[in-house]
């Protein structure tokens, strides 16, 4: 699921291991998230093509830890606002495409899933796992961990949705995680826009807050 606790406004941390990590990690989400978009597109599969924007909001939230964390608020939070608006856009992509597809008959290819979803469930996996020592670390660490540890049980449901396409042999099982997939990354998004507008409005609010008592004063 698209991590919406993952802080792109923490400081810095000071460990070299940790960013190490982070680079990994980066590294293994973009990965993961071209391969899984174009099997996803190729398999008719809507749910890996949701899955797939998990591990995007996953890279641009590494992305942000590395390279803006130690940046101005401004600059932070207009980083914030672009990785909320490419998510949402890309779960709206997903939402909509997934209904269109409930209105046609076409079964994605089960197989494709369940081999993209096991190599998707490794990944995460083992993100989760090399963030483990981390769980306990600062906000910025626990709520990366969690991202990863949450995207893992994501993958479970993406196989479980094969599964479901095997057993049931129709789309409907694909179609369902997607829908609460794509749903959850939408409203992600949203969050993730919401409070960096916040963050920029915040200077301009305090500046008519403050100068109308300025003016009093005098």
Not at 3 to 10: E, G, L, R, T
Not at 25 to 32: D, E, G, K, T, V
């Amino acid at each position: 699921m698209v991590c919406n606790s993952c802080q792109s406004d923490a400081p810095p941390t000071p460990d070299p291991r940790w960013r190490r990590m982070l680079w990994i990690a980066l590294a293994i989400n973009l990965a993961m998230f071209a391969g899984e978009i174009v099997a996803g597109i190729a398999s008719g599969s809507r749910s890996l093509q949701a899955d797939a924007l998990d591990f995007l909001g996953d890279s641009a939230n590494y992305a942000i830890s590395l390279g803006v964390a130690g940046m101005a608020l401004g600059w932070r939070s207009r980083a914030a606002l672009l990785k909320g608006g490419t998510i949402l856009a890309f779960g709206l992509y997903v939402l909509i495409t997934t209904v269109l597809a409930a209105l046609g008959r076409g079964v994605p290819q089960a197989e494709t899933m369940g081999i993209v979803g096991v190599i998707a469930l490794i990944a995460n996996g083992s993100v989760a796992l090399m963030l483990y020592r981390y769980r306990s670390g600062d906000a910025n660490m626990r709520s990366v961990w969690i991202c990863s540890r949450n995207d893992a049980i994501g993958n479970l449901a993406v196989l479980l949705a094969a599964a479901g396409v095997v057993g049931t042999g129709t789309a409907w099982p694909d179609l369902a995680v997607a829908l609460i997939m794509a749903g959850l990354g939408v409203w992600g998004g949203l969050q993730i826009v919401s409070q960096a507008r916040k963050e920029l409005l915040e200077p301009v609010r305090r500046g008519l807050t403050v100068l109308p008592l300025v003016g009093r004063q005098r």
